[in-house]
């Protein structure tokens, strides 16, 4: 039933468009990136005439033009092109090449309209095509892993923690619009192939009134590959251990008035295990397919219509040992997920002043697990779990003049979940809306001003306001501030979930049924240790928070870029979630709690270097300090005890301390890139740090306080060469975690990966 209404509601969005869209005359000419992506927003300036903006398809169209008139075309991050009447008559498509250097990297996710680096008054990085090939990574995760100040965090799923704050917290877009999925909390960054990415931007903190709650900590948008101009097919194979294959097929078609792109990605891996001598393993056995779609096509008039679909279905198994009254027994595991999204928008920019979106989502999520005895085929357990997430949202933006930009947002959404485990069917609505004002106010100074406001059927009302500035000292010297506000409140998810994911061998449980559902854990022989008691966890309550960034970015020399960002996160009523047991498999029970008075606060330092233009290095460090600040005044009251190594009972000290669970005060990476004159073989080390996390609770306190309580830190050394030859043609071959290095509270690292990939464009036209 739930599939058949998301088909219903979307055929229903697309009739509801149909009549707004028409078939006026076309652009004359496309103007592309020297990767032959388009650039919507470009600007066509005739000698004297009013500049002319183009289509979201890069699509322009300047009529007749007298043979003694000059075009300049121009773009953000792009070097700018003169033609002369002749010249611009003959071409079909301006090609206008990307300038080089982070600071010229083009960001949508920041304002939801087009900006440089350099002219963002927040904290945003950019992770570009060259990078992610230079990881050698398969999936998100890996790519994200090697970024400063981000941290992968085996967190029920393979998370992202940014800035002390986990991924509950971390708005995870693709193409601009939000994956859903979160069964337990955590989106799985694997389920998200790396195969046609052109680019990551970072921003972090809750610096942008575009976006909600849930992108308190910051926001991460993929954005996908499109086809240049003409015909494209470019067919990939990825091999690693493990028996882990990836083969995917990258296809791609652009005409003047539409286009095309295709991707299917496959992937499958025997998984691993860190505990052989227990039944099952850590990583089980899975394979998914995801297959994506993009179709655009400019209508004329200034209407412009685009829809995106991606599909993704995953199937694991594996094998449990449970302790019955009769003795042990074996049981098969069988795993399902599938994700469907469907997101259609039209655009309509009547004049150079106004751009008109109307954006619809539609997402369903699914996940079922069947566990059966493996000797008489009866059912265990049965787990199934459906998520629908609608949203309609319309956006104006308005060219006040050449330095003010105002933009308004309203927007209406509805999630419903049915679970095996929920009496009832879940479901609530939400309103919104956001305004933002961007403001050049001089050639130095830049603001980013604005207020969200939430309207929710379950949690109440509330409005967040957001304010960044920068200023330019010089050409290579600026200082960035934002401040923003949160709020979030616990969803069913965490009060009342119980939930196995069989693929990774992990449990979840809200903090209402945590205890029973852990005691019948012990009672199937599947706990090794608790970690913290779940009696002990109290109701969860709604958070709000207060947060400010603040740096700069200098560059000293033209080979030379330094970036650095300070925050502080003040949270009242932080949700947090942590291990409350460890698994004889390896894996964690995990569970919520709140943390009534909490500060993450730190700093993260980019530094890199370009020797020339066959060698670059790159460093960066991320400090981070947590803490309760509850805790601290027990401590200081003298209320906290603990026993020592000699089994005494004493007072917790401030020394004692440590801080949030799974935190790192430091990390930091190393990285060196160098191409190879005479074999064209580009060469790149990296060296990641991750330094002690707090782990578990043993002493029964409820806080992190003793050293026998923290994992160890590790270094990943990864290595990575490629070449690409003239006609396209790419291999690569590496390796990932060199040291071989393993860590049980660090369940989704296996050890040592070796890799081997081949590219190969059978179609560039």
């Known amino acids: 039933m739930i599939r058949i209404n998301l088909i219903k509601l979307n055929m229903m969005v697309l009739f509801l468009l149909y009549p707004l869209i028409g078939h006026g005359a076309e652009g004359d000419k496309i103007i592309v990136n020297n990767y032959g992506n388009p650039l919507p927003q470009a600007v066509v300036q005739v000698d004297q005439l009013p500049p002319i903006v183009a289509g979201p398809s890069g699509e322009i169209s300047l009529g007749q033009l007298g043979t003694g008139d000059s075009v300049l075309v121009f773009a953000l991050g792009h070097e700018s092109k003169q033609f002369s009447w002749a010249e611009w008559s003959m071409a079909d498509v301006i090609v206008l090449k990307e300038k080089e250097g982070e600071l010229n990297e083009v960001v949508v996710s920041a304002t939801r309209t087009d900006r440089t680096v350099a002219d963002l008054p927040m904290p945003v990085s950019v992770i570009g095509k060259k990078v992610i090939q230079e990881t050698g990574g398969i999936r998100l995760s890996e790519v994200l892993s090697e970024q400063t100040g981000l941290q992968i965090v085996s967190n029920h799923g393979t998370g992202l923690q940014m800035q002390g704050l986990d991924t509950d917290y971390i708005l995870i877009l693709l193409d601009g619009e939000p994956l859903i999925g979160r069964t337990a909390g955590t989106f799985d960054l694997n389920r998200i192939s790396v195969s046609n990415i052109e680019r990551i931007e970072i921003l972090k903190g809750p610096a942008s009134a575009i976006y909600g709650s849930e992108a308190m900590a910051g926001v991460v ?55 052989p001598e227990v039944t099952g393993k850590t990583q089980n056995p899975y394979q998914s397919h995801s297959a994506q779609v993009k179709l655009g096509t400019n209508l004329g008039a200034g209407w412009n219509f685009n829809v995106f679909f991606r599909g993704y279905t995953e199937q694991a198994t594996g094998l449990l040992e449970v302790e019955e009254s009769s003795g042990p027994a074996l049981l098969d595991v069988e795993d399902k997920r599938k994700e469907i999204n469907i997101n259609p928008t039209l655009r309509y920019k009547p004049n150079n002043d106004w751009l008109i979106t109307l954006r619809n989502m539609s997402t369903l999520f699914s996940t079922n697990s069947d566990t059966r005895y493996q000797k008489e085929g009866k059912v265990f357990d049965i787990q199934e779990f459906d998520q629908i997430f609608q949203r309609t949202e319309l956006q104006s933006d308005y060219q006040i003049n050449q ?8 927007g209406f959404s509805g999630e419903t979940v049915e679970a095996t485990r929920y009496d009832d069917r879940n479901h609530f609505d939400a309103t919104y809306f956001y305004l933002q004002h961007q403001w050049d106010a ?42 923003g506000s949160g709020f979030k409140a616990p969803d069913f998810r965490q009060l ?63 080979a030379v870029l330094v970036q650095l960002n300070g925050y502080r996160n003040d949270l009242q009523n932080m949700i947090e979630t942590a291990p409350i047991a460890q698994l004889v498999s390896g894996q964690n029970a995990f569970s919520y709690f709140n943390i009534s008075q909490v500060i993450t606060q730190g700093v993260d330092v980019d530094l890199q270097y370009k020797w020339n233009d066959k060698l670059s290095f790159g460093a960066g460090y991320a400090y981070l300090d947590t803490r309760d600040l509850d805790v601290l005044d027990q401590i200081d009251n003298g209320e906290i005890y603990k026993r020592n190594t000699s089994n005494q009972t004493v007072r917790v000290t401030r020394a004692d301390y440590g801080g949030l669970f799974n935190r790192s005060a430091h990390s930091g990476n190393f990285k060196v890139n160098y191409l190879e004159n005479r074999t064209g073989i580009n060469w790149a080390l990296r060296v990641l740090y991750r330094g002690k996390f707090g782990f578990s609770d043993l002493n029964g306190n409820l806080i992190l306080d003793d050293e026998r309580e923290f994992a160890p830190g590790y270094f990943n050394v990864n290595l990575t060469a490629t070449k690409k030859f003239d006609n396209g043609f790419l291999v690569e071959s590496g390796v990932n975690n060199l040291l071989n290095t393993t860590n049980l509270a660090q369940p989704n690292m296996p050890g040592r990966l070796l890799f081997v990939g081949i590219k190969i464009p059978l179609l560039n036209l």
């Open 496 to 558: 009342l979930l119980n939930f196995n994911n069989a693929s990774a061998g992990y449990y979840v449980f809200g903090s209402s049924v945590a205890n029973e559902a852990l005691e019948k854990l012990e009672e199937k022989g599947l706990v090794a240790k608790r970690l913290i008691q779940p009696e002990n966890l109290g109701e969860l309550k709604a958070e709000h928070s207060w947060a400010v960034n603040t740096g700069f970015r200098w560059k000293p020399a033209e």
């Open 221 to 275: 948008n993929i954005i996908t590959k499109s086809a240049g101009q003409g015909k494209k097919i470019d067919l990939g194979l990825r091999q690693r251990s493990f028996n882990t294959w990836n083969p995917y097929l990258d296809f791609g078609i652009r005409e003047k008035k539409w286009n095309v792109d295709v991707l299917y990605d496959y992937y499958r891996t025997d998984g691993y295990d860190l505990s």
């Open 442 to 483: 001089s050639d130095k100074i830049n603001i980013v001003s604005g207020a969200r406001g939430d309207f929710h059927s379950v949690f109440g009302s509330r409005v967040s306001p957001k304010l960044s500035g920068q200023y330019k000292f010089s050409d290579t010297f600026s200082w960035q501030l934002s401040i």
């Open 403 to 410: 330095k003010q930009l105002l933009t308004l947002g309203l």
